[in-house]
């Protein structure tokens, strides 16, 4: 995501200068080295002269080590610059910009995209007020140009993040398991749809560093929730399958259809899946 963002801010033309660092400063040399930005980009050797004279820094670091870099960064910042940071679990991270100085603008945000993203209108943007919800908001949609922004507090997103991302890491990253120990170029001549659709994922998910993967599942006490409540329920419907118990398994999934047809419309579902893979095509 830091490459990203570096792309982004180069194509800028309200942007004047763009600096970055990393820890391994040749291998960010060798990454920048192989895309073709719109203006220079300046490596700096160090955090403070990469900070120092920043009006915007934006921190893309594995989660565990967000806070620590925050606190890094904060200390080299000049006065009213803003501070912003992207972690995908934002309990740690959201304390550590409470406590930047008060002359330094803090941003708590969550692009909800990858790095492959390149159309604005598939992404977005989920904000975590920190001190100043409409400045934080202006802030957002001033970096975000074009991308929806929507607030949410930092327990709610933690939350939904261990749904939307632990959980569903989790499952993908089992099916590719299973899926792993069989002819997996076999599979895909031979299936339909949905397996397509669902290798797809679980293929995706392989591209995220392992550091990210790790994270999103076992630093989330809420992934682990959920986790735990998704094993406890297969191994019940395991059960029932065992026991070719197909009135109880029927009634399961009727009533899973009337729950979820109460927020989506599942045969518009079923058509966008089609369009994905005829697009994929």
């Not at 830091?2 to 309200?14: E, H, P």
């Not at 002359?103 to 007020?129: D, E, Q, S, W, Y």
Request: charged share 25%.
């Amino acid at each position: 995501m830091g490459l990203w963002f570096l792309r982004y801010f180069a194509s800028r033309s309200d942007i004047e200068d763009v600096l970055a660092y990393d820890i391994d400063i040749e291998s960010l040399k060798e990454s920048m080295s192989k895309e073709n930005y719109p203006k220079d980009i300046y490596v700096c050797k160090n955090i403070k002269e990469c900070v120092r004279t920043a009006d915007l820094v934006v921190i893309c670091v594995p989660v565990q080590a967000t806070a620590k870099v925050i606190r890094s960064c904060a200390a080299s910042m000049k006065p009213g610059s803003t501070i912003a940071e992207i972690s995908s679990i934002k309990k740690d991270s959201f304390k550590a910009l409470r406590n930047v100085p008060k002359n330094i603008k803090p941003l708590c945000i969550h692009p909800m995209f990858g790095p492959g993203a390149t159309r604005k209108a598939n992404m977005k943007v989920l904000l975590v007020p920190v001190r100043n919800r409409d400045l934080e908001a202006k802030a957002a949609s001033w970096i975000f140009e074009d991308i929806s922004v929507r607030s949410i507090s930092f327990r709610e997103h933690d939350r939904y993040m261990g749904l939307i991302l632990g959980l569903n890491y989790f499952i993908n990253i089992i099916f590719t398991e299973v899926i792993s120990d069989e002819n997996i170029s076999l599979l895909k001549e031979i299936s339909g749809t949905t397996f397509r659709v669902q290798s797809l994922l679980s293929e995706s998910v392989l591209t995220d560093e392992p550091e990210l993967v790790t994270a999103l599942i076992t630093e989330n006490p809420y992934a682990r929730q959920f986790i735990q409540t998704y094993i406890k329920r297969s191994s019940f419907m395991l059960s029932v399958i065992k026991s070719k118990d197909t009135v109880s398994l029927k009634k399961k999934l009727l009533e899973l259809r009337s729950k979820v047809e109460k927020h989506q419309d599942i045969h518009l579902s079923y058509r966008k899946m089609y369009e994905l893979i005829e697009k994929q095509c």
